[in-house]
Each structure stands twice: as structure tokens, then as C-alpha cells.
């Protein structure tokens, strides 16, 4: 983790460097803050990985000997197909429709959203994912 903070790092100086060039030389406003904006994410991620990398054990990533096979392990939990995002995206494109068509269009967005949400919280507690 230690090397990825100090990439963060030195992507961010290089990004205030093209960030100062670009204002001075340009003087357009929107690409200017743009770039600093990009400074500043960057800033904030390479200080959190260089911060957080002091507190944890050093990883395979942060040995040069180490094989690909030393970072495996297990990634994480992956839920199963589930078909609620459907329902909420569906919502969703009714509910930014409104503001174009008209507002009567919420009353359709807003039970579809309401059981798309429903649906994604409560999916482990029926069916054939349900924990026993």
C-alpha cells in the first residue's frame, strides 16, 4: 500500500504543476478548477493510502521478491444475480424523465424505486439466499 500512497502522491504534483501551467497559459476558468479539483482528489487519496499504510502490515504489493500467488486470497463477498437494481434503475429513468416530461411521471418513479429499495435490503431475508 506503501507504493500506491506515493504514486497518489506524485500524480497529485504533477497535476498542480499542469494545473498552474494551464491557468497562467490558458486563463479559462472551468479547466483550470477542474485540475484542481483532480489535485486535490488525488492529495486526498495518496494521503490516505500513505497514512493508512503506516498502520497496517506490509502487504505482498509492498515486497519486491513477491510472487503474484503471496496476494491471493479471498476478495470478498459478490452477491448472486438479484434482479432489484433492474427495478431501481427503471425508477430511476422514470424519475429524471419527470423533470423533462412533467412531474406526473413521479407517481410511476416512486413505487418503483420504493420496491427496488425494498427489494435490495430485505433480498437475504426470504428466497434462496435466505440465512438459516
Known amino acids: 500500500m506503501k507504493i500506491q500512497g506515493k504514486m497518489f502522491i506524485w500524480l497529485s504534483i504533477f497535476i498542480l504543476a499542469i494545473a ?13 478548477t477542474a485540475l484542481f479539483l483532480a489535485f486535490g482528489l488525488c492529495i486526498m487519496v495518496g494521503y490516505y493510502l ?16 513477491a510472487d503474484v500467488a503471496d496476494d491471493a486470497g479471498e476478495l470478498g463477498f ?8 433492474l427495478a431501481l434503475a427503471i425508477g430511476g429513468a422514470f424519475a429524471f424523465l419527470a423533470v423533462a416530461i412533467g412531474w406526473w411521471l413521479i407517481y410511476f418513479a416512486a413505487p418503483l424505486i420504493m420496491l427496488g429499495i425494498w427489494g435490495w435490503v430485505f433480498e437475504y431475508y426470504r428466497g434462496e439466499n435466505q440465512n438459516q
Open 78 to 85: 459478490f452477491s448472486p444475480h438479484s434482479w432489484q437494481p
Open 50 to 65: 500513505a497514512f493508512t499504510a503506516r498502520r497496517v502490515d506490509a502487504g505482498a504489493q509492498d515486497d519486491k521478491d
Open 20 to 32: 498552474v501551467t494551464y491557468g497562467v497559459w490558458a486563463k479559462e476558468p472551468a479547466g483550470t
